[in-house]
């Protein structure tokens, strides 16, 4: 009797117990390192005005994006930054369709800042960022999406930043996710788009602030990151061997910069386009985790720190969290309606899955109420409008 409910205890507590623990413990962990980034950071970074004003590059990467690289540069044309300190350059990486006569019609247009056209014989996104990075002769870097549009406010936020803290190597800004097309009326890919938001918004606005605050920030987003130009020249740039170029150059300046560090700046926020399809969203993610793994096993001093440490990256924790403990969480989703042909009655399966999904609930709760406290303007109202989220 004694060994039957020992081993009841431990079969429920490793599948139920233990991942709601540690994702209760992450989850306040996360609060309170935002609360932190909030109080000091931010703070000070808005009552700080800039007085001079250092030279940016900015570097677009571009492969068939004829319908969104415009308002790509539209939005770099708005910036508040001081644009003859801009030289903006768009690295076509083999593109087949009119992306190149987009560029010219919109590098007619008037700019105080430089911009200019790099044509590539072939493809590849490290390839073309690395191209454009050669090309700079700035003060700072700055990386962005040809299907992202920066907040008028972004690049001066980010060099703001930098001028605070000598000791900023490298930084990612808030990446948000933009409102579904309005002629887009599918009920599903509005539902996934305003998903996909919450998802982001809460990653970013309470996530990286935490690992921030932490030192255990392990991607630079690929759709706008930020770079000391020196620091940049001495790494070995964007690379081919992973699938996640942005988080490999990441953990190079970690290495090679230990007296430096690498953080989110909150206020200085860029905008996606939602993924248009389940296929799309799906292939998304298999790629991050493959990355991710990838440039795990290209830095493997990572792996023997202390996954138990707050401060610092340890690709452990990131492996517990992101792969080992996320299994439970799946096998659950099928596993829970064969624990009654397994023995069990089906009011314990029934009482299991209720409680199971209520703790989830409690904790995505938490999550969206604190985003919505650290979110301001459009995001708050979006916030507001998708309070539905957090129960599915």
């Given at each position: 009797m004694t060994g039957n409910l020992l081993g009841f205890f431990i079969f429920w507590g490793i599948w139920l117990l233990v991942p709601l623990m540690i994702d209760g413990t992450t989850a306040i962990s996360y609060f309170i390192g935002a609360w932190k980034y909030e109080r000091s950071h931010r703070r000070k970074r808005a009552a700080f005005q800039l007085e001079s004003f250092p030279s940016v590059a900015v570097i677009v990467p571009v492969f068939n994006g004829e319908s969104y690289l415009a308002n790509c540069l539209a939005a770099l044309r708005a910036q508040t930054?001081?644009?003859?300190?801009?030289?903006?350059?768009?690295?076509?990486?083999?593109?087949t369709d009119a992306t190149r006569e987009v560029f010219h019609v919109e590098q007619a247009k008037p700019f105080d800042g430089r911009m200019e056209l790099i044509s590539l014989a072939f493809r590849?996104?490290?390839?073309?960022?690395?191209?454009?990075?050669?090309?700079a002769d700035s003060d700072f870097v700055c990386n962005v999406d040809s299907d992202t549009l920066l907040r008028e406010d972004a690049i001066y936020n980010m060099v703001r930043a930098f001028v605070m803290d000598p000791k900023l190597a490298a930084a990612t800004g808030t990446v948000e996710v933009m409102r579904p097309a309005r002629d887009d009326i599918h009920p599903l890919r509005k539902a996934m788009a305003e998903a996909e938001f919450v998802e982001y918004h809460v990653a970013f606005r309470i996530g990286r602030q935490f690992q921030s605050v932490t030192k255990s920030l392990f991607t630079l987003a690929g759709a706008f990151s930020f770079f000391r130009k020196e620091v940049l020249l001495q790494t070995s740039l964007y690379s081919n061997t992973t699938v996640a170029e942005d988080t490999n150059l990441t953990f190079e300046v970690y290495q090679n910069f230990p007296g430096m560090h690498v953080l989110t700046v909150a206020e200085a926020v860029a905008y996606v386009e939602p993924a248009p399809d389940l296929a799309s969203l799906y292939s998304q993610r298999v790629r991050w985790q493959r990355g991710e793994l990838e440039v795990m096993s290209l830095y493997p001093q990572y792996l023997r720190r202390n996954p138990f440490k707050l401060s610092g990256v340890s690709t452990v924790k990131s492996l517990l969290i992101d792969h080992t403990l996320a299994f439970p969480r799946v096998v659950w989703?099928?596993?829970?309606?064969?624990?009654?042909?397994?023995?069990?009655?089906?009011?314990?399966?029934?009482?299991?899955?209720?409680?199971?999904y209520v703790a989830y609930v409690a904790i995505d709760a938490l999550y969206m109420i604190v985003g919505f406290v650290l979110s301001e303007g459009e995001s708050r109202r979006r916030m507001r409008g998708a309070w539905w989220v957090f129960a599915i």
């Open positions: 930054y001081p644009l003859d300190k801009l030289h903006v350059v768009v690295v076509d990486n083999h593109s590849g996104k490290a390839w073309a960022l690395n191209a454009g990075i050669y090309m989703t099928f596993l829970f309606p064969m624990m009654f042909f397994m023995g069990y009655s089906l009011s314990l399966v029934f009482s299991a899955m209720v409680a199971m």
